[in-house]
């Protein structure tokens, strides 16, 4: 026996009206923005992330010369040279110029 009539279809369609294409393209392109948006954050958070890591090398190497300075005990000459430059030390024989101008 034939069957007569239309066929039954076993799968739903979803029928979309002109307000749920709208709504479904502004969520793409709501979405869109938004990965934009983060993917710029990330570049940002990448750039601070190098600067930082240049600014620690910096200081770890600055830190690595002032341990040796601490390790070495420092010469005769350099802890002359600190006493001039931080506490005025004047040998004797030393001609001390003072800048009056300022």
């Known amino acids: 026996m034939a069957k007569t ?3 039954k279809k076993s799968r739903r369609q979803l029928r979309l ?3 749920g294409k709208l709504l479904l393209v502004s969520l793409i392109v709501a979405l869109g923005l938004q990965l934009y948006h983060l993917r710029t954050q990330v570049e940002q958070a990448e ?3 190098i600067l ?3 600014q620690v090398r910096n200081s770890q190497q600055g830190n690595d010369h002032l341990q040796k300075a601490i390790d070495g005990g ?3 000459e350099q802890m002359e040279q600190i006493a001039r430059d931080e506490l005025g030390l004047v040998a ?3 001609r001390v110029f003072y800048d009056v101008s300022n």
Do not use: Y
């Open 74 to 76: 420092g010469t005769q």
């Open 17 to 19: 009206g002109l307000f």
């Open 5 to 7: 009539g239309a066929p």
């Open 92 to 94: 004797p024989g030393d």
């Open 47 to 49: 750039t601070q992330k």
């Open 52 to 54: 930082l890591s240049e």
